[in-house]
């Protein structure tokens, strides 16, 4: 397609999720916030792996299990790096694992919140479409309404009336995808033949800059 905008928006969730933890130190369920630090144990070859969370109302700590007693040989040598020297990137994204959580945890609160980056892909002098390509790279509890609602400026009602219509695609064939959450490889494809502002006002916003 040559009359095409195409950018990538890459959607980093700031806070990561916070399991809800019968605590010791205050008593009765809190939230629990990770420190972003790992504990470990070796024991000859055995090694025991813990994110450490604190409570939010007393700073009691809950160490959230990585691993037990797991032979050094059979843990892969990236993770055992991460785990050695802090890799804050490896425990970010563990701090984000939502199965490992639920496994600990009846509740979970996510957030909202997120840092998004914008790239421009390809732009065509006098594009009328506007495609938006996801990258996702951590769990984010984000709905894709919610994200194109307050990125492009519009109220949910027009983003439902421009899906309805066929004016707004995406690659998913669920019906209720605008609802659902973000997630990487996620496209949405927006036809604006019709709408005259779209290289002034459509742009800026889906490219990150101003003009
Ligand atoms: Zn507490």
């Known amino acids: 397609?040559?009359?095409?905008?195409?950018?990538?928006?890459?959607v980093t969730p700031k806070t990561a999720p916070q399991p809800w933890i019968a605590c010791g130190g205050c008593g009765g369920l809190r939230a629990f916030q990770s420190s972003d630090k790992i504990r470990l144990n070796a024991n000859g070859r055995k090694?025991?792996?813990?994110?450490?969370?604190?409570?939010?109302?007393?700073?009691?700590?809950?160490?959230?299990p990585l691993f037990e007693r797991q032979n050094v040989r059979d843990i892969d040598p990236a993770t055992l790096e991460a785990l050695q020297s802090n890799d804050i990137r490896w425990i970010r994204t563990e701090s984000f694992n939502l199965d490992a959580l639920k496994r600990k945890s009846q509740r979970i609160d996510e957030f909202p919140e997120f840092?998004?980056?914008?790239?421009?892909?390809?732009e065509t002098a006098g594009w009328t479409r506007l495609e938006i390509e996801l990258v996702v790279p951590l769990p984010a509890g984000i709905r894709l309404d919610r994200l194109l609602a307050s990125e492009l400026r519009l109220s949910r009602t027009r983003l439902q009336m421009l899906h309805e219509r066929g004016l707004l695609g995406t690659s998913s064939d669920r019906a209720d995808i605008l609802r659902r959450r973000i997630r990487t490889g996620i496209e949405v494809v927006i036809d604006l033949a019709t709408v005259a502002d779209r290289e002034l006002s459509?742009?800026?916003?889906?490219?990150?800059?101003?003009r």
């Open 1 to 10: 397609m040559c009359d095409t905008l195409r950018v990538r928006w890459t």
């Open 202 to 210: 459509w742009g800026p916003l889906a490219t990150g800059s101003p």
């Open 47 to 64: 090694l025991d792996a813990w994110l450490i969370y604190k409570c939010l109302t007393c700073d009691k700590t809950w160490n959230r």
């Open 115 to 122: 840092d998004i980056a914008r790239e421009v892909l390809r």
